[in-house]
């Protein structure tokens, strides 16, 4: 079992940055596949970054290359995500997510955090 929680939304200018975090309990998180998706008022969960359980490999949407990435720290037990250039239509419920694999995947994840909002004004 693995407990998700997020912090660090809030509410920034179109073009700043926000750092997420995501701390995970429990003592196997290097073996979690690691996620972040988000949800926009009256749209579907979308994927938004997906780290391999060592870091080794990343994969982004299209919406936010370039733009976001998505770090770990197994020591930490925390995974976290990088937001700049951040745009109005990255407002949304952000999640965290993690999935026991060793490779990298954007769906079927295991175990989900409760959400952090995120509001980027124009």
């Known amino acids: 079992q693995v407990q998700l929680v997020e912090s660090g939304g809030g509410l920034v200018q179109a073009g700043g940055s926000l750092r997420l975090s995501c701390a995970a309990s429990g003592r196997t998180f290097s073996s979690y596949a690691m996620g972040w998706f988000r949800q926009a008022p009256g749209k579907e969960r979308e994927f938004v970054a997906t780290?391999?359980?060592?870091?080794?490999?990343?994969y982004y949407a299209d919406s936010v290359k370039g733009r976001f990435t998505i770090p770990r720290d197994n020591a930490k037990n925390t995974v976290y995500l990088q937001m700049n250039s951040l745009k109005p239509e990255d407002t949304a419920v952000y999640h965290c997510?993690?999935?026991?694999?060793?490779?990298?995947?954007?769906?079927?994840?295991?175990?989900w955090g409760q959400g952090t909002q995120d509001t980027v004004s124009s």
């Open positions: 997510a993690a999935k026991q694999s060793f490779l990298l995947t954007t769906t079927a994840y295991d175990y």
């Open positions: 780290i391999t359980w060592n870091g080794d490999k990343t």
